[in-house]
T-cell receptor, first 116, second 116 residues
Framework: NAGVMQNPRHLVRRRGQEARLRCSPMKGHSHVYWYRQLPEEGLKFMVYLQKENIIDESGMPKERFSAEFPKEGPSILRIQQVVRGDSAAYFC??????????????FGSGTQLSVL | AQSVTQPDIHITVSEGASLELRCNYSYGATPYLFWYVQSPGQGLQLLLKYFSGDTLVQGIKGFEAEFKRSQSSFNLRKPSVHWSDAAEYFCAVGAGNTGTASKLTFGTGTRLQVTL
């Protein structure tokens, strides 16, 4: 049973380009969380999705960032017109759902985005 | 709004010595509390979690943490550190009343160095 898969592991973009980060949940997981880790900081919640629905995007920047989790395929975090400040490690975490103590979160290894 | 403070950015201990990593949280209701470990280039791995009940929680790899409501603390301890414990440790709080424990607020982390 493969874990949470994120790709690419490293992504280099020039300012103004688009970045697409992919997250394939563990088998049976239909809930996806995206977190961003800036250098020397803890992880910050960005968005929570269930299949085909955005549940909570309170941590997403208002512009240039979007996320989706289609019925088929991985969840995608898209950053348009990247700027240097977008350079960070982006982690996704997935869960089967449930609530409280029954909800177990599994993290991927992250995508390190570097903007030149 | 909930918040987490990890006052120690770096800690160095000798192998075999005891360890305590501090974590203070701010949350209006009963929190869900977590400790995660992150090795270089890896995602986060859950060490232990507290939801309710016994305030002393046992985790993996010989770690334990104690929830002290009066001090708003959830410190992580290990009686004897191994060189392989060198990593970054994150304390996190989840909103226990939202039906999901996975929208987490993380502290800024404590980097543990172990000397031989």
């Amino acid at each position: 049973n493969a874990g949470v898969m994120q790709n690419p592991r490293h992504l280099v973009r020039r300012r103004g380009q688009e970045a697409r980060l992919r997250c394939s949940p563990m088998k049976g997981h239909s809930h996806v969380y995206w977190y961003r880790q800036l250098p020397e900081e803890g992880l910050k919640f960005m968005v929570y999705l269930q299949k085909e629905n955005i549940i909570d995007e309170s941590g997403m920047p208002k512009e240039r960032f979007s996320a989706e989790f289609p019925k088929e395929g991985p969840s995608i975090l898209r950053i348009q017109q990247v700027v240097r400040g977008d350079s960070a490690a982006y982690f996704c975490a997935t869960t089967q759902g449930g609530s409280g103590p029954n909800e177990k979160l599994f993290f991927g290894s992250g995508t390190q985005l570097s903007v030149l | 709004a909930q918040s987490v403070t990890q006052p120690d950015i770096h800690i160095t201990v000798s192998e075999g010595a005891s360890l305590e990593l501090r974590c203070n949280y701010s949350y209006g209701a009963t929190p869900y509390l977590f400790w995660y470990v992150q090795s270089p280039g890896q995602g986060l791995q859950l060490l232990l979690k507290y939801f309710s009940g016994d305030t002393l929680v046992q985790g993996i790899k010989g770690f334990e943490a104690e929830f002290k409501r009066s001090q708003s603390s959830f410190n992580l301890r290990k009686p004897s550190v191994h060189w392989s414990d060198a990593a970054e440790y994150f304390c996190a709080v989840g909103a226990g009343n939202t039906g999901t424990a996975s929208k987490l607020t993380f502290g800024t982390g404590t980097r543990l160095q172990v000397t031989l």
